[in-house]
């Protein structure tokens, strides 16, 4: 079992920056494939906003040149730092990490985390 455990999220004016961490624990050892962040606002589906792993990163239209991702692989931690927030990047912001053991053929598992509220307002 994979545990994900967010942090950072606040209450900032529009303009502002935020930083959100993402850190992934187990008693096993584990290998992650990617690390992403997802936001849910009020009446509105899940939607992604940022992945990382492998080499590959890709962030949703809505936040790319505003928000950057990047990973610590040590600390099994992803960052999203968030500059030139907007009201409409309001929403709880959730990690998702993927996970395997030993080689990803054997199986890919998702662990979500509890997430993080980001309120933009002025």
């Known amino acids: 079992q994979v545990q994900v455990e967010e942090s950072g999220g606040g209450l900032v004016q529009p303009g502002e920056p935020l930083r959100l961490s993402c850190a992934a624990s187990?008693?096993?050892?584990?290998?992650?494939?990617?690390m992403g962040w997802y936001r849910q606002a009020p009446g509105k589906q899940r939607e992604l906003v940022a992945i990382?792993?492998?080499?590959?990163?890709e962030y949703s239209d809505s936040v790319k040149g505003r928000f950057t991702i990047s990973e610590d692989n040590a600390k099994k931690t992803a960052y999203l730092h968030m500059n030139s927030l907007k009201l409409d990047d309001t929403a709880i912001y959730y990690c998702n990490v993927s996970t395997y053991e030993g080689s990803p053929v054997l199986g890919i598992r998702n662990y979500w985390g509890q997430g993080t509220q980001v309120t933009v307002s002025s």
């Open positions: 990382i792993g492998g080499g590959h990163i």
């Open positions: 187990g008693s096993k050892h584990f290998s992650i494939l990617d």
